[in-house]
């Protein structure tokens, strides 16, 4: 069992490699669907929060590893709608940069709260990501495709998050999540004050 859990974890990773390496500035987006593909890939903090939401889920297993990350994403989206409408959601700047932060102190106490909890926690920092996705959406993009760019997107890097708590879960190694949460944290520290 754990050699294929590892083995899924290692699959993850490098299919989502060529996508990662993608995400250097300088490409041309020809889609509305890539243009809201790259969004998330484009920035780091976006990056962080939503590859430690899948350490997160899976360093908990159980009905988490899927409910968190579904919960981020529809949420995501959901804060993408009220971005792409004009609506203005309060500091989403400064959502992303504490849900980085919070989501590496997460990891590195090892949280575990109800699986609901996890989930409302989740869609908080969510809603933020979102938002930022919305109101960043370019004038001529087509709402639906864009929408759908960064929902799969974030669904990608959110898997490879899963994948990695998974290959981490397979060689007993928690201490390695707890470290990746600091990392984590400690970025979202430096782009906070940066």
């Given amino acids: ?67 968190v990350p579904a919960a981020f994403v529809g949420t995501m989206i959901l804060g993408g709608a009220f971005g792409m409408a004009g609506m203005q959601v309060p500091f989403v700047e400064q959502g992303i940069a504490l849900s980085v932060i919070l989501m590496g102190a997460l990891l590195v106490a090892s949280v575990r709260f109800s699986v609901g909890t996890c989930a409302a926690i989740a869609g908080v920092f969510a809603f933020f990501h979102g938002a930022a996705h919305g109101m960043e959406m370019p004038l001529n993009a ?28 397979c060689i007993e190694a928690p201490i390695v999540t707890r470290l990746s949460g600091g990392i984590i944290a400690a970025a979202g520290v430096v782009m906070a004050i940066a």
Avoid at 142 to 169: N, S
């Fill in 142 to 169: 087509h709402v639906a495709e864009y929408a759908l760019g960064f929902a799969a997107a974030t669904a990608l890097l959110h898997l490879v998050g899963m994948g990695m708590g998974k290959a981490i879960a």
């Fill in 1 to 67: 069992m754990r050699l294929t859990t590892l083995k899924m974890g290692l699959a993850t990773l490098i299919a989502a490699a060529p996508t990662l390496a993608l995400a250097h500035p300088g490409h041309e987006h020809s889609t509305s669907f890539m243009t809201g593909f790259m969004h998330p890939m484009g920035g780091l903090d976006h990056l962080l929060a939503m590859i430690a939401i899948g350490l997160w889920a899976a360093s908990m297993g159980g009905k988490a590893l899927w409910a």
